[in-house]
Each structure stands twice: as C-alpha cells, then as structure tokens.
C-alpha cells in the first residue's frame, strides 16, 4: 500500500520542538538535539511524577503519553520527539493517532532499529525497560528490515532509579551492570542497543565492562539526525536564531532532574512545575 503524502506546510521553522521522557533519559536525546540543530528551540517535559514508565502498565503509560502530547500541542510545537522507550514500545500508535499528522512524530526505536538492521550486525542485544522489553517491539522493529538478525532482549529495571538517584561512577552501578550484562542471554552478542534513553548516562561504564569486544549503538545521536531528515525534509530546520530557547517542564521537581538538565544545558536553565495529569 502506497504511503499518504504528508503534509506539513502550515507548520513554521521558528516554532519549538517538543521533546519529552518521564524524567532524565530523554535529556541525553535533548543534548544531541541542541549539538545537531543548534538554532533551534525546544520544549522539553519530564513525567517525573510518574517515573519509571518501564513499571507502569500499558493502560498508565498510554493516559500520561497522551495528555503529555496534548500539552506539547497547545504548546505549538512543530515536531514531537518521544524521547522514551518505554513511552515508544507501549503508546507510539496512540500518539500518533491524537497527532493525526498535524507535526512530524519521532520516535527513539524505529529509526535505531532500522540503522542496526542496514548495517552489518549478525547477533544484536537489547537492554531496556520491562515495558520495552515486554512489548518486544526492538524484536519486531529489527526482523522486518532484517529477518537474518538475531536479537535477544534483556529487561535491566534497575538503571533507570540508579541514575535517576544520580548514581553515576558508582559501586553500585558498577555491580547492576556487571550483573545484567553476563546474563547468559547477551552471552554472544556484537552489538548492544541501549534501550532506554536513560542509559547513554552510563555508556562509559557499559563500554568498559566490554572493552572492544562489543559495540554500544549511541541512540540519541541516531535519534536527532532522523529529526534533522525530516525537519530539513519539509523545510522546517529553523536556521537563523541566534539565541535558541529551551523551556524545561517537570510534573515533580527533583532535586537530580535539576542537577543532570543544569549540567548539560547549563545553570541558567529554569524548571518549571506543571502537574498536567491533575485533572
């Protein structure tokens, strides 16, 4: 069936983007956004009130990915970037159902699953989230560009409250990583697919636990180029702003969202509370 033509001639260059995750994960997506679109606003909210997504059930992740896009809508944003894998696996189709094509919708597995499935990859590892995992949706993803590939996914649910407790270079990752990655599961893989937007923080410590043995596929880096082909695509690539703006909304503010986000965008970020879920 021959794919509908979309159209996004209404949408204007200088609105913001909209990116979103359920707390600092998706800051690694943020990050390559402003590296690779550099005059470019965005919009970025933090579900932190509900964190992890990967504990939730599929009903509870639909309810807040919904209201969380609507909210990026009336924001008008002109693409929105699910910067969650979690969010991706179980609620990617009611996104795109509520957007109903109005911006460009990019998410964090489609596009990494297509690049690992064109490359040369025999045995390919995934490690995410519960709700990632479950939905094996990386699986399904990766096997409809390449049924040759062989891949094998591992839920590591305690990551994501590592890191979010701001546990990076610490004995105690250093120990969850080490037990999760010889799991026999990821025994003999050559490629690890970081699953969950969370996990770019460690990257140096799950490279090192391989030496060079594996590859580690950076996601958000693949993430913000497939924005940068569509956005350039449709002639919506906002290339003279001078002084980009990033508004960074949480539904809880913590103390740790505030601490990653200012190191990585800098102290004169502002957060500001917005409990869209209160209704």
Do not use: W
Not at 152 to 180: C, M, Q, R, S
Not at 253 to 264: A, G, V
């Amino acid at each position: 069936m021959k794919k509908k033509k979309l159209d996004f001639s209404h949408l204007k260059p200088n609105q913001p983007i909209g990116i979103f995750d359920s707390g600092v994960g998706g800051l690694t997506v943020a990050k390559e956004i402003k590296r690779m679109l550099p005059h470019e606003d965005f919009i970025y909210f933090g579900d932190t009130k509900h964190l992890p997504y990967g504990e939730k059930s599929q009903e509870a992740i639909i309810g807040y990915v919904t209201e969380i896009t609507s909210f990026l809508l009336e924001k008008n944003c002109k693409s929105i970037v699910i910067a969650c894998n979690s969010a991706t696996a179980n609620a990617l189709k009611e996104v795109l159902e509520l957007v109903d094509n109005r911006v460009p919708v990019i998410d964090v597995i489609n596009p990494v699953a297509e690049k690992v499935a064109f490359e040369i990859h025999n045995n390919v590892g995934v490690i995410a989230t519960k709700a990632t995992v479950n939905s094996g949706l990386y699986k399904k993803s990766i096997r409809k560009h390449n049924k040759y590939i062989k891949v094998d996914e591992l839920a590591t649910p305690l990551l994501v409250p590592a890191i979010e407790e701001g546990f990076k270079n610490h004995p105690i990752t250093h120990a969850i990583i080490y037990n999760y990655l010889s799991n026999s599961k990821l025994k003999n893989i050559e490629t690890l697919i970081l699953g969950c937007t969370h996990y770019p923080l460690l990257i140096d410590e799950i490279k090192q636990y391989y030496g060079n043995r594996v590859r580690v596929i950076d996601s958000p880096t693949i993430v913000a180029n497939e924005l940068k082909h569509i956005l350039e695509k449709n002639h919506l690539e906002n290339t003279n702003n001078p002084n980009p703006q990033y508004h960074f909304y949480v539904s809880d503010l913590t103390k740790n969202f505030e601490k990653i986000s200012k190191k990585i965008f800098g102290n004169s970020i502002k957060l500001q509370f917005q409990d869209i879920h209160e209704q």
